[in-house]
């Protein structure tokens, strides 16, 4: 995977969820586009959702900010009423795709293996994929953190090569901090990013993981930004509720750097 040598640059995603129409989050991304100016210390992007993404990537052109899906199918093209294939988000002009986010998990159902066959269906077609873990509240007061990531990286990554050069991301999102108000430390973050960077390399080799970057997803708003990029390892942010406005998405995409 990405990565002999390969610079990481810090990385900011906005996760719109199911909120924003279309002209919502066309007039967001030009504000958005306009406010931020040339960032080329950092990579910024927004997550809309599927009917919102033309227009986000057409707003984003000419600007520093690019457009990710928040899934994705794994097959090209075919008779799955209802899906989106990479081939097509990438036509569209998105550049990534959240993949295995925790409430695709939960609700729809979505596997370890699925996960697998969307991260390979991305790299494939050129997408950037966005892949989340984390462990829920039970598991984590069970003591079974480095348990779940143990299961969850080596099988999200089960189709990828260790030789593999093309670029990927994984979202450390502890389940009990999403939408909750509740955050890891930027300690305990840290750590639980160290051992998930150790899984990468057990499955793909330590320079595949010195290369991919690895977020911190949960409960992130202007008052810990800084203090959770300011730890060594986490590599950039996966924002959920906190990337609906404008002010307090400019706010963590302006991060200080310690
Ligand atoms: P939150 O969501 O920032 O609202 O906690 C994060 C996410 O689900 O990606």
Redesign the pocket.
């Known amino acids: 995977m990405a990565h002999g040598g390969r610079k990481r640059v810090p990385l900011v995603v906005g996760?719109w969820?199911m909120f924003k129409t279309s002209a919502e989050g066309a007039r967001f991304v030009r504000e958005l586009g306009e406010e931020l100016g040339d960032v080329d210390d950092r990579e910024v992007m927004v997550a809309p959702a599927f009917t919102g993404l033309y227009e986000a990537a057409k707003a984003a052109e000419g600007t520093a900010l690019s457009v990710a899906a928040q899934d994705v199918f794994w097959e090209w093209e075919g008779p799955y009423t209802g899906e989106v294939s990479a081939t097509m988000l990438a036509a569209l002009g998105v550049k990534a795709a959240i993949i295995g986010?925790?409430?695709r998990r939960r609700y729809f159902g979505e596997t370890d293996e699925a996960v697998a066959k969307k991260v390979w269906a991305s790299l494939e077609q050129g997408l950037l994929p966005i892949m989340?873990v984390g462990e829920t509240e039970e598991e984590r007061e069970a003591g079974l953190t480095e348990e779940v990531l143990a299961r969850q990286v080596p099988a999200g990554l089960a189709s990828v090569q260790a030789q593999d050069e093309r670029p990927m991301v994984i979202?450390y999102?502890p389940v009990w901090?999403?939408?909750?108000g509740k955050t890891a430390t930027p300690e305990v973050a840290r750590d639980v990013i160290r051992q998930v960077r150790c899984q990468v390399e057990k499955t793909l080799g330590a320079e595949a993981a010195q290369g991919v970057r690895i977020l911190y997803?949960?409960?992130?708003g202007p008052d810990n930004i800084d203090r959770l990029m300011a730890q060594p390892g986490i590599d950039g942010v996966?924002?959920?509720?906190?990337?609906l406005q404008l002010g307090s998405f400019v706010r963590i995409a302006r991060y200080e750097k310690a």
């Open positions: 996760n969820k986010h925790s409430e989340c979202a999102e901090a999403i939408g909750t997803g949960g409960s992130v996966l924002v959920g509720g906190a990337s």
